[in-house]
């Protein structure tokens, strides 16, 4: 995601603007938000896509597993990702398509294969509870999520969502939500895709 900065009167342009989202792209932008950090309006462009992946070798009990964990840095976004940004925003707001991102970040979720939840008990392990899962929309579910966590430990959920959050044995391998709201390539890599930015960096030199 980036964030570009705006005026005042730009501001006032755009606040009464809807949340623009292209289901085929993943891409989207919020209207108008303050950024304390940078002092001023902000324009929020993103893309709710298949993202990247880190791949890293972990050892549970001895056994290789390639696992897609967080990187160890989130900003700054690929030239691909800063591309795709740009291009969305000639798109829906032309003027803006052009000027310098006030700051860029990449999000890092939790995915499941579904988008659904992963709220139950592990299904090897003893006493091991997992609430997880979020596929980049967690955070609307906060205020009621709370009491279905509660329920699923105490092995109270309701059969319909206990079914959705179940523990899965065969979920790899994982190759992006496929829960009808992502775009985008699937499966590219996170360091490759930062390795491109730093070779095109040496060529000019």
Not at 29 to 43: E, F
Not at 62 to 80: K, M, N, Q, T, V
Not at 90 to 112: H, K, M, N
Request: charged residues 30%; aromatic residues 10%; proline residues 7%.
């Amino acid at each position: 995601m980036a964030y570009v900065g705006i005026s005042e009167e730009e501001k006032e342009k755009l606040e009464r603007m809807p949340v623009l989202l292209n289901l085929s792209t993943g891409m989207f932008v919020i209207p108008p938000v303050w950024d304390p950090s940078a002092g001023g309006w902000v324009v929020k462009v993103a893309r709710h896509g298949y993202g990247y992946v880190n791949p890293t070798t972990v050892k549970p009990e001895g056994e290789d597993i390639i696992a897609s964990l967080p990187a160890a840095r989130f900003s700054p976004i690929p030239i691909e990702g800063e591309k795709a940004l740009r291009e969305f925003l000639r798109q829906v707001i032309p003027w803006l398509g052009e000027r310098p991102f006030s700051g860029t970040r990449i999000c890092w979720y939790a995915d499941t294969p579904t988008g659904d939840f992963l709220i139950d008990y592990h299904g090897e392990y003893d006493g091991l509870f997992l609430a997880t899962g979020d596929s980049g929309h967690g955070y609307k579910f906060l205020p009621v999520l709370r009491e279905r966590i509660v329920a699923a430990v105490e092995r109270k959920l309701e059969d319909e969502l206990a079914g959705l959050w179940r523990w899965r044995e065969k979920s790899l391998p994982f190759k992006g939500t496929e829960d009808g709201s992502r775009g985008g390539l699937k499966l590219m890599v996170l360091d490759e895709q930062l390795m491109k930015e730093v070779r095109k960096t040496k060529s000019k030199l």
